[in-house]
């Protein structure tokens, strides 16, 4: 099973901060990696997919980058909706992160 | 608008099953698949398996073999996860989720399975 590792597990930023978020593959997905947003009492959301494409209507302030075994998620400067948690997955036989909370600082 | 609307919350016993349906408008049911994905209480997201709605095709996660099985209706473009032999740590958010090649870009708001004696 690929194990996909996410840190930090928490990140406190304030808003108009930019925020990096890391996520980590135990083997290769080459670029077949998600991004998704979850707020509390809602279903995720998707950001990123392909590992850097913005999915429908996702700001441009959200970014992703990476291939293989690392890949990150920025989020420019941040605005109050975008306090949540974000999970990665990867979609070659579809594992997630346990998550990072992006919290307010 | 594409939207999948899930069916309501369900209580069971220990060793029931539980099916939750998953309704799709908005868009050609058959041209995607349906994902499965679960949240335990204060915990992350886990994929439990995809169906092709275009052939009934599935993909199992290993750990659920066995006991789940996922179908579709397409005269009625629903989707359903029946689940056997629940257990307490069955207990969860389950969440139906259309996906194109692999990728889940519109989900069902979520159905709370809650298994306890």
Do not use: H
Not at chain 2, 16 to 39: L, M, N
Not at chain 2, 40 to 64: F, H, V
């Amino acid at each position: 099973e690929i194990v996909m590792t996410q840190s930090p597990a928490t990140l406190s930023v304030s808003p108009g901060e930019r925020a990096t978020l890391s996520c980590r593959a135990s083997q290769s997905v080459s670029s077949n990696l998600a991004w998704y947003q979850q707020k509390p009492g809602q279903a995720p959301r998707l950001l990123i997919y392909g590992a850097s494409t913005r999915a429908t209507g996702i700001p441009a302030r959200f970014s992703g980058s990476g291939s293989g075994t690392e890949f990150t998620l920025t989020i420019s400067s941040l605005q109050s909706e975008d306090f949540a948690v974000y999970y990665c997955q990867q979609y070659n036989t579809w594992t997630f992160g346990q998550g990072t909370k992006v919290e307010i600082k | 608008q594409v939207q999948l609307v899930q069916s309501g919350a369900e209580v069971k016993k220990p060793g029931a099953s539980v099916k939750v349906s998953c309704k799709a408008s908005g868009y050609t049911f058959t041209s995607y698949g349906i994902s499965w994905v679960r949240q335990a209480p204060g915990q992350g997201l886990e994929w439990m398996g995809w169906i092709s709605a275009y052939n009934g095709n599935t993909n199992y996660a290993q750990k659920l073999q066995g006991r789940v099985t996922m179908t579709t209706d397409t005269s009625t473009s629903t989707a359903y996860m029946e689940l056997r032999s629940l257990r307490s740590d069955d207990t969860a958010v389950y969440y139906c989720a259309r996906t194109a090649t692999m990728i889940s870009d519109y989900w069902g708001q979520g159905t709370l399975v809650t298994v306890s004696s």
